[in-house]
């Protein structure tokens, strides 16, 4: 069965400092691998996704990047943070099965910007 | 993107079914109907999904009218753990739009003991 990790479960972090968060999934190949955001008392909000190694996707101009240096391992950086960074990172993956791309979520990760 | 819009809260008592509308009038043809709930402090997890006919599977059934224009995710026997934030959503079938979901603020579900 499909695994999905997501390392740390919280951080708290300086504003200015940088940031790496990391994403794997076991038991699938070649999968969808997104990147959400979700500020306190917000909606989710996609911030990247990527369809293959070194094939990233930015949904919205900010202080991130990602990365994708393997098939199933997906790097959510910064090298600056700032407070506006502060949120719940959720990773999720997703394969064409039966058409419907449904998506699978990590245990994300909690983020506070001091 | 297709929007759809939801009541912001429902409440439910324990061992009662739940039905949760979603209105989605400008779907398209091709347009999926996905479901997802996000408990607290968790990721979303997916619920169920379908294109035109009802749906059922071991979490719930998804009734979809038969313009599309409308679906109702149906909980048979709510429980505690059912108390989550549900979300519907349109995934297009083309493109980029074959792999992104937009959340939007969904229906806050409450299940009284």
């Known amino acids: 069965s499909q695994t999905i990790h997501q390392w740390p479960a919280t951080l708290v972090q300086p504003v200015g400092s940088p940031l790496s968060l990391e994403c794997t999934v076991e038991?699938?190949?070649?999968?969808?691998l997104y990147w959400y955001r979700q500020a306190a008392g917000r909606g989710l909000q996609l911030l990247f996704y990527?369809?293959?190694?070194?094939?990233i996707s930015s949904e919205v101009p900010q202080n991130l990047s990602a990365s994708r240096p393997q098939d199933r391992q997906f790097i959510l950086s910064s090298k600056k943070l700032l407070l506006s960074d502060s949120g719940f990172y959720l990773c999720?993956?997703?394969?064409?099965?039966?058409?419907?791309?449904?998506?699978?979520f990590g245990p994300g990760t909690r983020l506070t910007v001091t | 993107d297709a929007k759809t819009t939801q009541p912001n809260s429902m409440e439910s008592n324990e061992e009662e079914p739940v039905h949760l509308p979603c209105n989605h009038s400008?779907?398209?043809?091709?347009?999926?109907i996905h479901w997802y709930r996000q408990l607290p402090s968790q990721g979303p997890e997916y619920v169920i999904h379908?294109?035109?006919s009802n749906v059922n599977n071991r979490m719930a059934s998804l009734a979809i009218a038969e313009d599309r224009k409308s679906s109702t995710l149906i909980l048979h026997r709510a429980t505690l753990r059912d108390a989550a934030v549900y979300y519907c959503?349109?995934?297009?079938?083309?493109?980029?739009?074959?792999?992104?979901?937009?959340f939007g603020k969904g229906t806050l579900l409450t299940v009284n003991p």
């Open positions: 990527s369809v293959g190694i070194g094939q």
């Open positions: 400008t779907i398209s043809g091709t347009d999926y």
């Open positions: 959503i349109l995934r297009g079938n083309s493109g980029g739009s074959n792999y992104k979901l937009t």
């Open positions: 999720a993956w997703s394969t064409l099965t039966g058409g419907a791309y449904e998506q699978y």
């Open positions: 379908g294109l035109t």
């Open positions: 038991g699938t190949s070649n999968p969808n």
